[in-house]
């Protein structure tokens, strides 16, 4: 069975930091790439980061740039969100992805999809 299981959301203020993790199977996570997306209320869910199978690869969108770093540990199956210098606008519920392709940067890319994690920014 496949399974993307989000952990570390929650609330923080301003300029504060978070990581995100997932959990993946193995038959989600062997050969695949990985990616966050996340959805504001009344908004379309949006990439926020991808990375590659082997991890040589990564991608982020524009808003995150030196603020959010995506890493994966294949022998733990696991990926994780870095974000440091969190802002409101990042409120979101992020979502853990998983695609049969080289990187994942559109929402229409993952094969799989976690339930994703609530990360409130206050400002």
């Known amino acids: 069975q496949v399974q993307l299981v989000e952990s570390g959301g929650g609330s923080v203020q301003a300029g504060g930091s978070l990581r995100l993790s997932c959990s993946a199977s193995?038959?989600?996570?062997?050969?695949?790439?990985m990616g966050w997306f996340r959805q504001a209320p009344g908004k379309e869910r949006e990439f926020v980061a991808s990375?590659?199978?082997?991890?040589?690869?990564?991608s982020y969108a524009d808003f995150v740039k030196g603020r959010f770093t995506i890493s994966r540990d294949n022998a733990k199956n696991t990926v994780y969100l870095q974000m440091n210098s969190l802002k409101a606008e990042d409120t979101a519920v992020y979502y853990c992805?998983?695609?049969?392709?080289?990187?994942?940067?559109?929402?229409?890319?993952?094969?799989?999809w976690g339930q994703g994690t609530q990360v409130t920014v206050s400002s």
């Open positions: 990375i590659s199978w082997s991890g040589g690869r990564t």
């Open positions: 992805a998983a695609g049969n392709a080289r990187i994942i940067t559109t929402p229409q890319a993952p094969d799989y």
């Open positions: 193995r038959r989600a996570f062997s050969g695949y790439a």
